[in-house]
């Protein structure tokens, strides 16, 4: 079974910065991503990471300011988010990513999600 937890998130004002955690029990050497929602609109893509942490993605409107890692001796998911933004306001999930299912992009192509931890952004 395997399960996701995040943790690591809060208030901050436009221009701070959080570190997002995701821990990860079960089948652990898998992509992983982080995915957020914010009121009223759907589910986007935030940023992914491969199973060794070698190669990674980003969505454009978080390029240069989001960095996701991985510890995988701890089995632990990283977001830090730096330069945040009132528009960063949402639930950040994490997710595991099916083997072999193709673009880190579409939420479809993850089976297994954590709860989700609310980082709220005040201008």
């Known amino acids: 079974q395997v399960q996701l937890a995040e943790s690591g998130g809060g208030l901050v004002q436009a221009g701070g910065s959080l570190r997002l955690s995701c821990a990860v029990s079960?089948?652990?050497?898998?992509?992983n991503a982080w995915f957020r929602q914010a009121p009223g609109k759907e589910r986007e893509f935030v940023a992914a990471?491969?199973?060794?942490?070698?190669?990674?993605t980003y969505a454009d409107s978080v390029k240069g300011r989001f960095t996701i890692s991985r510890d995988n001796a701890k089995n632990t998911v990283y977001l830090q988010m730096n330069s945040l933004k009132p528009e960063d306001t949402a639930v950040y999930h994490c997710?595991?990513?099916?083997?072999?299912?193709?673009?880190?992009?579409?939420?479809?192509?993850?089976?297994?999600w954590g709860q989700g931890t609310q980082v709220t952004v005040s201008s």
């Open positions: 997710a595991r990513k099916r083997k072999y299912s193709g673009s880190y992009q579409l939420d479809n192509n993850y089976d297994y």
């Open positions: 079960g089948r652990t050497f898998s992509s």
């Open positions: 990471i491969n199973w060794n942490g070698d190669s990674t």
